[in-house]
């Protein structure tokens, strides 16, 4: 053999041990893509980088491109709920003066009550509604020398009238320190109790939208009432309610009067008026 065969031959050695040396990579061939695959250049990774093969240098391919997905779309906005007061919502009472029955109609869907505001945004707008335990009598009402005429029997539960102010927010009130009116007439032997309603002693099955007491007795606080005349009573001096004892100024419905006979088993008879009711 020639010195020049010998070396012919130790230089295809090297060749096949360089190409043995780049094809016991793993299959991927260092580039994710579809595996690596051994080609007459050299070994090719998908997609991605290329080595050229001997004598034409090494060639860098358009590498690895990534993908262009769509970002993740965030789901639409919930719908919000609706503007009242078990919602939260509130508001000021449109003027201080809550009625003097000056403008009241009688109610259509309520027979024997009376609606009051005159649907004038310069004014509160609201109505009347009576309420009795079981085994008493609701109130009649009328409406006598522009005054609400209140009369009613107790047996010893109870029995009243409400004046409520329209909805679905509830008044905040806590601009002023309670309410006054004027009161006439004669109680005869029954105790009149004067006092809030608002949210948190209020069933939903009494306003479906401000009602929050689930309670096995909701009732507002309330305080006594002795005396004639212009009354003031302020928000401190109701107490009783259930659950909530005192009242929440900031979610007021209405206000009340509420009659009761001094003892059970006997029976008092009241007829009086209730007249210019406003906050103070």
Do not use: H
Request: aromatic share 8%.
């Amino acid at each position: 053999m020639s010195r020049r065969l010998a070396f012919a031959g130790i230089f295809a050695g090297a060749i096949a041990v360089f190409f043995a040396a780049c094809s016991e990579g793993d299959s991927s061939g260092g580039l994710s893509g579809a595996g690596g695959a051994l080609a007459d250049a050299g070994f090719v990774t998908g997609a991605g980088a290329a080595n050229g093969g001997a004598g034409t240098g090494n060639l860098t391919g358009a590498g690895n491109a990534y993908g262009t997905g769509a970002a993740g779309a965030f789901g639409a906005a919930g719908a919000a709920g609706a503007a009242n007061c078990i919602n939260g919502a509130t508001m000021p009472p449109a003027a201080a003066l809550i009625t003097d029955f000056s403008d009241v109609v009688p109610d259509s869907v309520s027979v024997g009550q009376f609606k009051f505001g005159g649907d004038s945004p310069a004014e509160v707008q609201g109505g009347t509604a009576v309420f009795a335990d079981a085994t008493e009598t609701k109130p009649i009402l009328a409406i006598v020398d522009g005054a609400l005429s209140v009369t009613a029997t107790s047996k010893g539960s109870y029995t009243g009238v409400v004046l409520y102010m329209n909805g679905p927010e509830c008044i905040d009130g806590s601009a002023y320190l309670g309410v006054q009116f004027d009161l006439a007439g004669n109680l005869g032997s029954c105790n009149l109790a004067f006092g809030f309603a608002f949210a948190d002693d209020l069933t939903a099955a009494s306003d479906s939208e401000r009602g929050i007491c689930t309670a096995t007795n909701c009732y507002g606080p309330s305080v006594s009432v002795t005396e004639t005349g212009t009354i003031k009573k302020p928000y401190t001096a109701v107490s009783g309610g259930s659950p909530d004892l005192t009242v929440d100024k900031q979610k007021l419905t209405g206000v009340q009067w509420q009659l009761q006979s001094a003892a059970a088993g006997t029976t008092c008879t009241a007829s009086f008026t209730i007249d210019n009711v406003e906050f103070y």
